[in-house]
């Protein structure tokens, strides 16, 4: 649990919002949109761009930073 928000906390604080919101809330990339004032694509592209560089730190955590 601690890996994970040491992880989060390398993203951008709107990242970890759509993340909150959107995966953990539940809400819809509608209503996200809504809450952070940003189109629906806007959200879906944050959503994107927040799991790859997630997946990144993680996996630099997990092995050392010896990956990529």
């Known amino acids: 649990l601690l890996l994970i928000k040491k ?3 390398k993203l951008s ?3 970890i919002m759509a993340i909150q919101l959107r995966l953990v809330d539940g809400f819809s990339a509608q209503e996200v949109a809504g809450i952070l004032g ?5 959200v ?3 959503l994107y761009r927040a799991k790859k560089s997630f997946r990144k730190y993680y996996e630099k955590e997990i092995t050392g930073g010896m990956r990529r």
């Open 13 to 15: 604080e709107q990242q």
């Open 38 to 42: 940003i189109t629906q694509q806007a």
């Open 44 to 46: 879906d592209s944050l």
């Open 7 to 9: 992880t989060l906390a």
